[in-house]
């Protein structure tokens, strides 16, 4: 195993919690929502909100006697309490996380110690409209100003993007935010046995906020190579290539964050095998392959808490190397094709596996090599219909490709071209004798005199690819 920074030590348990403790962190939601209603309708000192405020106050006195402290976090609509979703729908539990989410509010912390006055003025400033907040400089000062030393209010986890700056270095420090995120997670999930879902889902959406801000920039960090399928930038980078596959699919806000929670977490599974087989560079003997096969099991055993429709990362978990003909494995003889969904997440997965390396120069198969390999698949290994909506997404001569151009001159192809994929943009590198030019960028689609004539490995030039992108 590698060694871990010094924060991943640092990151708190998911602990398991009691039927109990999490049905009265609901009840304390419920009393904290009603006695915010009733501040609106009735003013400060009024019974009415005396005898509110005394409910919640019991309330909370009652969560933080066993503990020191109780975490609500809100992502969309979902409430989770120490970092445990909590499964119900209920109407109050959505008037919070809409309120948190109105109010730029990610997770509202509770500590041992909190008074009367502090709960009060929680309950006044959770009550505030959205605007009045934002004229108080935000929750988290509001509340500092009133003087509330017990309560913490965070930010939406989402990744959030410095306001100045190149787009280029937002999409680096989320690229290699969301890496680290994931090495923490997993070290998470070695020691503590619990993958922290809301910490997963922010960083998918924070992935997919950046392919929005720039696509461009985000992928050509998938595409630079020099990993491999056991380093943390694989599930990133495959998170990446299945959401850019569907960049102009109609999908919902949800079903989009699940297929890219899905290729996130596709092989965490890996976490419960051996390092020394998980590591191995030579070829694994018959029983240490079933060993490392077990990793979809160990994956879907990981993810069982997650039910209903947002079970689907689960599948993928299971089912990414079962093959659209069901040739791979674990056998599904229950069904007639593992879910669509899973069946994305193993085209991105097949792409970075075998286009990256850790040596920058030769690779197993080049990226256009692996576009022609996933096409030829199609029908056998995968889905037809996903096949095309990945290779039309990165295009024959996907980023990092180097290619031969009619001139004679060997260019690296640094963007896609949706509207005409057989011209993407290329940087010219060598000319014709192989000699070293200064790289020159060209836009394929604006000069008709120029079409690429096939792709070329870039170790026969001395080409390191990631120079380029
Ligand atoms: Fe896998
Ligand atoms: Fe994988």
Redesign the pocket.
């Known amino acids: 195993m590698t060694t871990l920074p010094r924060q991943a030590r640092e990151q708190p348990p998911v602990v398991a919690q009691s039927v109990e403790r999490i049905e009265q962190a609901k009840e304390f939601l419920r009393l904290l929502m009603a006695a915010i209603k009733d501040l609106r309708l009735y003013p400060k000192g009024h019974p009415r909100v005396d005898e509110a405020t005394d409910l919640v106050e019991t309330a909370i006195r009652d969560i933080l006697a066993p503990a020191p402290d109780i975490r609500f976090d809100v992502w969309e609509d979902a409430v989770f309490v120490n970092k445990e979703l909590v499964e119900e729908d209920s109407v109050y539990l959505r008037q919070f996380s809409g309120l948190c989410l109105e109010r730029k509010i990610g997770s509202v912390s509770f500590r041992r110690g909190i008074d009367r006055a502090e709960l009060v003025e929680v309950v006044q400033i959770l009550g505030l409209e959205p605007e009045e907040i934002i004229a108080l400089g935000g929750a988290p000062d509001a509340l500092k100003e009133a003087g509330v030393r017990h309560v913490r209010i965070g930010p939406p986890r989402v990744w959030q993007a410095p306001a100045s700056g190149s787009v280029e270095r937002a999409a680096e420090q989320v690229y290699y935010w969301a890496v680290q995120t994931f090495v923490e997670m997993t070290f998470e999930v070695e020691r503590y046995g619990q993958l922290d879902i809301l910490r997963a889902r922010f960083v998918v959406e924070s992935l997919q906020e950046m392919l929005l801000r720039g696509a461009r920039e985000i992928t050509r960090l998938a595409a630079m190579g020099g990993h491999d399928e056991e380093s943390a930038r694989h599930p990133v980078n495959v998170c990446l290539l299945t959401l850019l596959a569907v960049f102009g699919v109609e999908l919902d806000a949800r079903q989009r964050s699940n297929l890219g929670l899905a290729a996130l977490v596709?092989?965490i599974g890996k976490v419960n095998i051996p390092a020394d087989l998980r590591y191995k560079v030579d070829p694994l003997a018959p029983g240490e392959e079933a060993i490392r096969q077990r990793?979809?099991v160990e994956g879907a055993y990981l993810l069982r808490s997650l039910s209903g429709w947002d079970s689907i990362p689960m599948a993928a978990a299971f089912e990414?190397?079962a093959r659209f003909d069901l040739s791979g494995y674990p056998k599904l003889s229950f069904k007639e094709r593992p879910h669509p969904y899973s069946r994305l997440v193993a085209i991105a997965?097949f792409y970075d596996t075998t286009t990256a390396s850790r040596d920058r120069v030769r690779r197993v198969l080049r990226p256009e090599q692996a576009m022609v390999v996933i096409q030829g698949l199609s029908g056998t290994w995968f889905d037809p219909p996903m096949a095309a909506l990945f290779t039309h997404a990165l295009g024959p001569y996907p980023m990092g490709s180097v290619v031969e151009l009619d001139s004679g001159d060997v260019a690296v192809v640094y963007q896609a071209n949706l509207a005409e994929p057989t011209r993407p943009w290329v940087k010219v590198v060598r000319d014709r004798q192989g000699q070293a030019l200064e790289p020159t960028s060209l836009d394929l689609a604006r000069s008709p005199t120029h079409r690429i004539v096939r792709g070329v490995d870039p170790g026969r030039y001395g080409i390191d690819v990631a120079m380029h992108l």
């Open positions: 596709h092989d990793h979809v990414h190397h997965d």
